[in-house]
């Protein structure tokens, strides 16, 4: 889902690098202490279940989980994406830098709205229906990722719309898969800890 340094046009690096830098700035407002702990083990979770991807032209294929990390943390996905795109892009050239505000823009803003979608479901309701919401959450975080990505690419010339088109394609299985994995993380925490969204997204904005 990273796009490759280079692919965009220089009016779309820009505005993606200013909503990006807002994105993260909110979302460290939100990052409480009680947060901390589940933002850096959800940067990580997404830090290396990324690496493992398929190039798709001047895009790629591979898992994000960024809906579980919007459901956990709200904005404060934002910063803790942010670090996974960042140590992914200086160690492994995965993504790249000046396109690093894009690429933060595209995972962790859907993160965002998953997160206003469906915290209700999962802090109000019983480990299934959570379940049920996370799953949803889940495969709709990349969906709207892979909209970022296919607009983002649309957006800076005809030549990357068959891309555009083809990764969106290609995310499909994606969405199933994080679907799944979401609502199986969603159902054992809300086993394990009844209480753990409430806790940790805190009051509801």
Known sequence: MHIVDGALAAPVVIGGAVLAVGGVARGLRDLTLEKIPAAGMLSAS????????VPIGPSSVHLILNGLAGLVLGWAAFPALFV???????FFGFGGLTVLGVNTLNIALPAVIVHYLCRRGLARGTPRIAALWAGMGGALAIALTALGVGLALALSGEAFLPAARLVFLAHIP???VEG???????????QVKPD????????QR
Not at 84 to 90: C, H, I, K, R
Not at 180 to 187: F, I, K, R
Not at 196 to 203: E, K, N
């Open 174 to 176: 994606v969405m199933a």
């Open 196 to 203: 753990l969204f409430a806790t940790v997204q805190g009051p």
């Open 46 to 53: 997404f830090f290396v279940a990324s690496l493992i991807h």
């Open 180 to 190: 799944l994995l979401t609502a199986a993380a969603v159902y054992l925490a809300a």
């Open 84 to 90: 996974g795109l960042l140590l992914q892009a200086v």
